[in-house]
């Protein structure tokens, strides 16, 4: 069983420029959360897609947008770059069976830096 | 809304020694409840979770967990550490976000560091 993957594992952007994180879900898994995770902190939750649709939004402006892909695989876009968008962007599957306790299985994540 | 504490962002034990890492939560409804650890350049393992099925939660790597209502905690124990257990390890809750979908709610996390 092939779990979470995410592309790139690195990448370097400027301010202002734009950014496409990509992630491939757990086989079987229809639910994928995107997670911030700034350097000493915890993970903070962007947004959750089921079924191609945007299902829960955390506290993150606008120019963090997403998609999910019938295959379930999900892109993380996020525009008009800030330094403080600098930190490990992590994806999250969940499988059908598990959305009602929440249990979710984490990729290796992408390090964004923004110079 | 729901919010965790992890009380003690680092912990320092002797390999062989009891560790005891702190999560007390704040929930409205009855939570979900979880212990991931991240190790250095990776991302987050599950290593247990409470859904309410018993208290008391075993998870892999010979960790456990207790959950206590009353004390709105839910301390993760492992009764001797291994080198390989230093690592950072969060405590997370479960959440509703916004009107639909489910969000982890994470602490800041503790650093586990095991010396010889």
């Known amino acids: 069983e092939t779990g979470v993957t995410q592309s790139p594992t690195h990448l370097i952007k400027t301010r202002g420029q734009q950014v496409t994180l990509r992630c491939s879900s757990q086989?079987?898994?229809?639910?994928v959360s995107w997670y911030q995770q700034a350097l000493g902190q915890g993970p903070q939750f962007i947004f959750q897609y089921y079924r191609e649709e945007e299902n829960g939004r955390g506290n993150f402006p606008p120019r963090f947008s997403g998609l999910q892909f019938p295959n379930y695989s999900s892109e993380l876009n996020v525009n008009a770059l800030e330094l403080d968008d600098s930190a490990l962007y992590l994806c999250?599957?969940?499988?059908?069976?598990?959305?009602?306790?929440?249990?979710?299985?984490f990729g290796p994540g992408t390090r964004l830096t923004v110079l | 809304a729901q919010s965790v504490t992890q009380l003690g962002s680092h912990v320092s034990v002797s390999e062989g020694a009891l560790v005891l890492l702190r999560c007390n939560y704040s929930s409205s409804v009855p939570p979900y409840l979880f212990w991931y650890v991240q190790y250095p350049n990776q991302g987050l393992q599950l290593l247990l979770k409470?859904?309410?099925?018993?208290?008391l939660v075993k998870g892999i790597n010979g960790f456990e967990a207790e959950f206590k209502k009353s004390e709105t905690s839910f301390h993760l124990t492992k009764p001797s550490a291994h080198m390989r257990d230093a690592a950072e390890y969060f405590c997370a809750v479960s959440s509703m976000a916004n009107q639909a979908g489910t969000a982890l709610i994470f602490g800041k996390g503790t650093t586990l560091s095991v010396s010889s």
């Open positions: 409470y859904t309410s099925a018993a208290t």
């Open positions: 999250a599957s969940t499988s059908a069976r598990d959305r009602a306790s929440n249990e979710q299985f």
């Open positions: 086989s079987g898994h229809n639910t």
